[in-house]
């Protein structure tokens, strides 16, 4: 398909699917961030994600078996454009579009990707990040959450603090200590596992104009599978830096 007729098709069809309420400035109660517990004041804002999902439109240059449209870069320039043009809404943002879905296309196992991309460019997962601790903030590689082998699965014990939205969230991408002895870079492990268990616990932090996107989320014999290690045990300080590159890029 030559560029000028992807051009026009998709105009063509934006123009016919895009809610005239989604061609307006976003407030901020209308967030189109997915997940299982996602509400929505606007029905048009879940609509609008479930048409762009459908069309691979949230996530245009992802593979098609991931969920993506499978867009090269100048058909994806294309279809900014044309979103712009008609000064449509973001159909989805989020940690799961601009930092772990990146970087599990380039870092994740093939089961990993069929299971996760997916769920991430459809809006049905939401994800928040676990790098930060107290005490370990600027200074990261020195996060002290503990995860212990035990069979398939990891125990995690410790804390993060100032991980935004993990109030919403379904998953979190978590840098875990696996080895404590360790040179403090050497030891770490980026996992991924479920919030939704009993050993998790969120606290929002309130700042002083009341709320705020931050939390403190606590693990206390929290499991994650082994399959969910993204790279390799103890070097997940090289996926957790790449991450970081994804999250910049985006911003």
């Known amino acids: 398909m030559s560029l000028e007729t992807f051009r026009a098709e998709t105009r063509s069809w934006l123009e ?21 517990r996602a509400q929505y004041k606007n029905p048009e804002t879940k609509d ?11 996530a245009p240059t992802w593979p098609t078996e991931y969920g993506g449209a499978g867009l090269n870069v100048d058909e994806a320039q ?5 979103m712009a043009r008609i000064k449509a809404r973001p159909p989805l943002v989020g940690m799961g579009l601009s930092m772990i879905g990146p970087a599990l296309v380039e870092f994740g196992t093939d089961e990993q990707k069929s299971e996760h991309l997916p769920k991430i460019a459809s809006g049905e997962i939401w994800w928040c990040q676990g790098y930060s ?10 996060l002290q959450t503990r995860a212990v082998s035990d069979g398939d699965e990891y125990v995690i014990n410790g804390q993060k603090v100032w991980t935004s939205g993990a109030d919403k969230a379904d998953w979190i991408f978590c840098l875990v200590r696996t080895d404590p002895n360790a040179p403090k870079h050497n030891g770490i492990t980026f996992i991924l596992f479920d919030m939704a268990q009993a050993g998790v616990t969120v606290k929002p932090i309130k700042l002083i104009r009341g709320l705020s996107p931050f939390c403190e989320p606590f693990f206390e014999d929290a499991r994650a599978l082994k399959k969910n290690v993204v790279g390799r045990v103890n070097e997940g300080w090289t996926v957790a830096k790449r991450l970081l590159q994804y999250e910049r890029t985006m911003i």
């Open 16 to 36: 016919a699917n895009c809610p005239a309420s989604m061609r307006t400035p976003m407030a901020a109660d209308e967030y189109p961030g997915g997940g299982r």
């Open 78 to 82: 294309i279809l900014r454009q044309e």
């Open 133 to 142: 601790e107290p005490g370990s903030g600027s200074d990261l590689a020195s």
């Open 48 to 58: 609008w994600m479930a048409l762009c999902a459908s069309k691979g439109f949230t």
